[in-house]
Antibody, heavy 123, light 106 residues
């Protein structure tokens, strides 16, 4: 059974970068047909897709966040990481990593989710 | 940008049918997914490709999508179905979520 676990600092200062890691077990991040996404949810609000990485390392970002996002993988550790630069209070949210089986409209659905981690941006 | 609109809240009596809508321009021309999220928990996929249920999702959950509106239907709603529900689509290389609907079972 595929399991995803987010980790990283829970508190980040404004203007600093936010870095999170998603550890994947029960499957390989480089398995063909697997894509790894990051989604966030501000407290009391809805879901927002941040971006995704394919099994081969290609990346796909939300245009509204593209200038501040980097998603990359470490196959030796079976981890996918997110870096969000120059954070503000508006970036305070629960950050989830999730798997999706494809990029096309037919396959872009998130079928496995991590438990999420709350990151607060505050001085 | 592409917007998906959901009603903020829907109420249903136990055992009755709940319908949650998701509206977007020409939504019926693409696929809609639905997620259930209970307080303090991660979202769970309940419908994908408009009307398919992942393994383990009860048959009382069904979906449809036509024109500009997708609908999640829960037949014989149970108290355990009380949750927030989000629709999701893929448009112009971007994932879009609806604002969410709080389903109350009372």
């Amino acid at each position: 059974q595929l399991q995803l676990q987010e980790s990283g600092p829970r508190l980040v200062k404004p203007s600093e970068p936010l870095s999170l890691t998603c550890s994947v077990s029960g499957g390989s991040i480089s398995s063909s047909g697997s894509y790894w996404g990051w989604i966030r949810q501000p407290p009391g609000k809805g879901l927002e897709w941040i971006g995704s990485m394919s099994h081969s390392g290609s990346t796909y970002y939300n245009p509204s966040l593209k200038s501040r996002i980097t998603i990359f993988g470490d196959t030796s550790k079976n981890e996918v990481s997110l870096k969000l630069s120059s954070v503000t209070a508006a970036d305070t949210a629960v950050y989830y990593c999730a798997r999706h089986p494809g990029l096309a409209a037919v396959a872009f659905y998130f079928d496995y989710w991590g438990q999420g981690t709350l990151v607060t941006v505050s001085s | 940008s592409y917007d998906l609109t959901q009603p903020p809240s829907v109420s249903v009596s136990p055992g009755q049918t709940a319908s949650i809508t998701c509206s977007g321009d020409k939504l019926g021309q693409t696929y809609t997914r639905w997620y259930q999220q209970k307080p303090g928990q991660s979202p769970v996929l309940v419908i994908y490709q408009d009307n398919k249920r992942p393994s383990g999702i009860p048959e009382r959950f069904s979906g449809s999508n036509s024109g500009n509106t997708a609908t999640l239907t829960i037949s014989g709603t149970q108290a355990m179905d009380e949750a927030d529900y989000y629709c999701q689509a893929w448009d112009s290389s971007t994932v879009v979520f609806g604002g969410g609907t709080k389903l109350t079972v009372l």
